[in-house]
């Protein structure tokens, strides 16, 4: 695996993203610990997108429920746990789609780990076709995210589901 992370130096999004996707895919080869794996590509996606908060939620069993629990992120400290259907990490779980947040206070029942927190783009990772993990992304600025995020970030995705 490459241990050096190789920086877009462009302001281009596009030209970013087009960087790190094949670096995540590297970053990942032949590892198949979850955790090790989500980790670094929390850190690459830090890294390399400059964003606020970036991180995962995982679906695990507490006492026959299932709920989502905080895993590897980068940013400030977060809430731990978030139920089903609830938040916008709980929407993209129940509705098993993208969330595209353009303003966080508009959001019905947006969960606000942090008041810095104003859009956020949350996208899905699937087991055996249920949701396994959502990856979640804040901004502090309000409309930060858009469909070119969902396209590469969706890439992300697909590559995490090979190691689930
Ligand atoms: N805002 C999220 C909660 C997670 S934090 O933003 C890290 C939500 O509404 O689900």
């Not at 462009?10 to 030209?15: F, G």
């Amino acid at each position: 695996m490459a241990e050096v992370l190789i920086l877009s130096q462009s302001t281009d999004k596009v030209e970013r993203y087009k960087t790190l996707v094949p670096q995540i895919e590297a970053l990942i080869a032949g590892e198949t610990d979850v955790v090790a794996n989500l980790s670094n590509i929390a850190a690459a996606l830090r890294q390399s997108m400059n964003f606020f908060w970036v991180g995962f939620y995982l679906v695990k069993n507490n006492a026959g429920r299932q709920e989502l629990v905080l895993g590897p992120f980068q940013g400030p400290i977060a809430c731990t746990r978030i139920a089903f259907a609830k938040g916008v990490c709980g929407a993209c779980w129940k509705e098993k789609k993208v969330m595209l947040v353009p303003n966080v206070d508009e959001f019905p029942g947006h969960i606000a780990c942090s008041s810095d927190s104003k859009s956020e783009i949350v996208l899905p990772a699937f087991k055996n076709n249920e949701v396994a993990l959502v990856l979640d992304v804040d901004s502090d600025q309000l409309n930060d995210f858009d469909k070119t995020d969902e396209h590469y970030l969706s890439q992300v995705m697909r590559l995490i589901e090979k190691f689930l």
